[in-house]
T-cell receptor
């Protein structure tokens, strides 16, 4: 079965600091893709960053980077220089076998000014 | 960028009636579209995967006869909630995967359904 687990229901960080959101997944596939999505209060899903499983190099998008540990099936998101606009729900997701996108439970991130 | 438009953004309907939600890919063709349901403060639960020109694939526990999905063209998928009941009240989100673009998927803005 394809599962994605986020063990942190809520996280908070001071503005300008760094925060790491955790995600683990389970898959029997060798080829898959991992994503972090952001859902602000508007509830529009926004892609933050993606990682192809076959790539060893961790993906980076400006202040957002991932720590992809394939053997441990871990995929954490690091947000550097946190900004107030980063406050949202963050969902880790696994696109397996190019068939369907499955989400974790989500982590609510609060940015303290 | 790729845009997915979902309509309506919110709808209120009476118990026993049916309501249709549309999901359109505005600037790309989507062979595959996904429908999700999201309860307050919870994650997105995949309901079904629709493929253009074929029957949708429903996730376990999702009633096919209650949640009718039609993907009649490469830019439009519809979700019809039939004989709606208050427990069907939820936030429904669609996602479209561009044909030939690999694994990227783009989301609509969601539809808040309230059944009274």
């Amino acid at each position: 079965a394809q599962t994605v687990t986020q063990s942190q229901p809520e996280m908070s960080v001071q503005e300008a600091e760094t925060v790491t959101l955790s995600c683990t997944y389970d898959t029997s596939e060798s080829d898959y893709y991992l994503f972090w999505y952001k859902q602000p209060p508007s509830r529009q899903m926004i892609l933050v960053i993606r990682q192809e499983a076959y790539k060893q190099q961790n993906a980076t998008e400006n202040r957002f980077s991932v720590n992809f540990q394939k053997a441990a099936k871990s995929f954490s998101l690091k947000i550097s220089d946190s900004q107030l606009g980063d406050a949202a729900m963050y969902f880790c997701a696994n696109f397996q076998g190019a068939q369907k996108l499955v989400f974790g439970q989500g982590t609510r991130l609060t940015i303290n000014p | 960028g790729a845009v997915v438009s979902q309509h309506p953004s919110w709808v209120i309907c009476k118990s026993g009636t049916s309501v249709k939600i549309e999901c359109r890919s505005l600037d790309f063709q989507a062979t595959t579209m996904f429908w999700y349901r999201q309860f307050p403060k919870q994650s997105l639960m995949l309901m079904a995967t629709s493929n253009e020109g074929s029957k949708a694939t429903y996730e376990q526990g999702v009633e096919k006869d209650k949640f009718l999905i039609n993907h009649a063209s490469l830019t439009l998928s519809t979700l019809t909630v039939t004989s709606a009941h208050p427990e069907d009240s939820s936030f429904y989100i669609c996602s479209a995967r561009p044909t030939g673009w690999g694994t990227e998927a783009f989301f609509g803005q969601g539809t808040r359904l309230t059944v009274v």
